[in-house]
């Protein structure tokens, strides 16, 4: 009897409880139906007040909010479609952001902090060359804009963490067909309220990693202080790897450069703060380029422009006590680099192919160890060449000494030059060239001693289209560079002693360097081969 009764009690606590936990369960999912259908229904009102609030906060951006989400029972905030316009350029928009999820950050709770945590989802940044001007000519600080109090208007907490996941950044300059985008574009910054470790200087971590033009890869690896005063700070590793170069080409154009192929490789550490600016390149490699400087009539007044504006740069760069600016090593190899002149009478081009190029040691403060560079490659395709460089600034003036040895260029692989600078072409003979040049207390000195040998000017079937008198003047050039070279061992050789000043303001040293050379040379050399006959007119 009394197991019975024991057995029976046993029957009633166990159904007593069951029915506890269905209503238990009950209510909990009425109360979790109850917040869901309650969030539905703040939905519109919240996403109205958000847009409006955002749109009050912004100076020249506006914002605009289609979708809201509300969950009560995390208290996050999803926002779908955000999209921020610039007023002045309004297409196409700067900022697209898909899915934009803002909560709690949970795991600050445990440290006793109530803070924020971003997550956007395929955000996609756009820019073009009329927008940026636009932003550049603005006279609001970026300060002031708004940015801060418009993120702030979106979720109440102070945000902490960041998570972006495949993003895309493109610029666009005058060809808005072909953008410069980073694509799959990931990242995550945490510790931005300087939760932890806030004694240290940059005690935020964050990771970047992004696709460069399909094919080419970044990463970014570092520390940050975002709450530095009057801008943020940032200390980091950044890698680049087969950056192809082609993409560059309405960019790099402004300066008179044309560039074909071209893939870069490169490695160094960026500091950007209030007190230092420092940017050291560990390595730089650039493999198959082809670049040429263009010089014409129309760009010449550029041109000077922007030499003056590098050389007050680089003065104010030199020994800056807060910038620091230094690569390791520049390499440049299997490059073809030439100069294009549409400025003279007959354009020509002289250029360096299968060029290997070696830099180290570049830096804007006083060194013990000069910069150095190595040069080897062909010049106008045949001739080989051999060059050497230190290299050190100097309050004063640069200090250099630069070597030069070029073997056995091929004159018919210069006949423009030749008809700008002497007036007539050639069929057959090479060149070969030493050269020293020293440049100390703002002054140069050194010499250039050229070699041809094998000359032959006129050639009846290339010159039957020419009038008498220019026939005659190339046969006048030929038959003296036959006698000189029978009297020199068949060589034609001087030796050409340079001297300058490089105190002209407005004139950067290796433009003096280039132009002291091009006198000397064309302005002794050339003559030898008409002094001994009556000249033709020379342009």
């Not at 395929?122 to 000519?137: D, G, H, M």
């Not at 046969?475 to 050789?493: C, F, K, M, P, Y």
Request: aromatic share 6%; with cysteine; net charge positive.
């Amino acid at each position: 009897m009394i197991r019975r009764d024991s057995t029976k009690c046993s029957l009633f606590v166990r159904l007593q409880r069951s029915r506890l936990v269905r209503w238990a369960v009950g209510i909990l999912v009425a109360l979790v139906l109850v917040l869901v259908s309650v969030s539905f229904m703040l939905d519109e009102p919240l996403r109205n007040s958000i847009e409006k609030k955002m749109n009050q906060e912004l100076k020249g951006y506006s914002a605009r909010l289609p979708g809201l989400h509300l969950r009560l029972l995390d208290l996050s905030v999803t926002l779908k479609g955000l999209t921020i316009i610039q007023q002045a350029h309004p297409a196409p928009a700067i900022a697209e952001f898909p899915i934009l999820r803002a909560s709690i950050h949970w795991r600050e709770i445990l440290s006793g902090r109530l803070v924020a945590e971003f997550v956007l989802d395929r955000p996609k940044i756009n820019i073009n060359l009329q927008q940026l001007r636009s932003e550049t000519a603005n006279t609001v600080p970026l300060k002031e804009q708004g940015w801060q109090r418009a993120v702030q208007a979106i979720y109440p907490l102070k945000l902490n963490s960041v998570k972006i996941h495949d993003a895309s950044v493109s610029y666009s300059d005058r060809d808005l067909k072909n953008p410069l985008v980073l694509s799959h574009l990931n990242l995550q910054a945490s510790n931005i309220r300087n939760i932890r470790q806030p004694d240290q200087v940059y005690p935020s971590q964050f990771h970047l990693d992004t696709a460069v033009f399909t094919n080419g890869r970044a990463t970014v690896d570092g520390a940050a202080n975002f709450l530095a005063v009057p801008h943020p700070g940032i200390n980091g590793h950044v890698r680049l790897e087969n950056i192809a170069l082609d993409h560059f080409k309405p960019i790099i154009a402004k300066s008179h450069i044309s560039i074909q192929g071209g893939l870069l490789h490169a490695s160094g550490d960026v500091e950007y703060a209030s007190n230092l600016k420092s940017a050291h390149l560990n390595d730089l490699v650039i493999r198959g380029m082809n670049l040429d400087y263009i010089h014409s009539k129309r760009t010449a007044a550029a041109e000077k422009r922007r030499v003056a504006q590098l050389k007050q740069t680089a003065g104010k760069l030199h020994n800056a006590p807060n910038i620091l600016i230094h690569a390791d090593q520049i390499t440049l190899t299997d490059c073809t680099l030439g100069l294009v002149n549409r400025a003279a009478s007959r354009p020509y081009r002289l250029f360096i192919s299968s060029t290997d190029l070696n830099i180290s040691n570049i830096t804007n403060r006083l060194a013990q160890v000069p910069a150095q560079a190595t040069l080897k490659g062909k010049f106008m395709g045949s001739g080989t060449t051999m060059a050497t460089i230190q290299f050190r600034p100097k309050k004063q003036g640069p200090e250099f000494d630069l070597y030069i040895r070029l073997e056995k260029t091929r004159l018919t692989t210069m006949q423009n030059l030749l008809r700008t600078y002497g007036d007539f072409d050639v069929s057959a003979g090479i060149v070969s060239l030493v050269a020293e040049l020293h440049g100390k207390n703002n002054r140069i000195s050194g010499y250039i001693k050229p070699f041809i040998k094998g000359v032959q000017v006129y050639d009846k079937r290339m010159d039957k289209d020419q009038g008498i008198p220019h026939q005659l003047y190339e046969r006048l050039i030929d038959g003296a560079a036959w006698t000189l070279e029978n009297s020199q061992h068949r060589e034609v050789a001087t030796k050409i002693n340079i001297s300058g000043t490089l105190g002209q303001p407005e004139t950067s040293t290796w433009q003096i360097v280039v132009g002291l050379v091009k006198n000397a040379f064309f302005a002794e050399l050339l003559p030898t081969f008409e002094s001994n006959g009556n000249r033709g007119k020379r342009p």
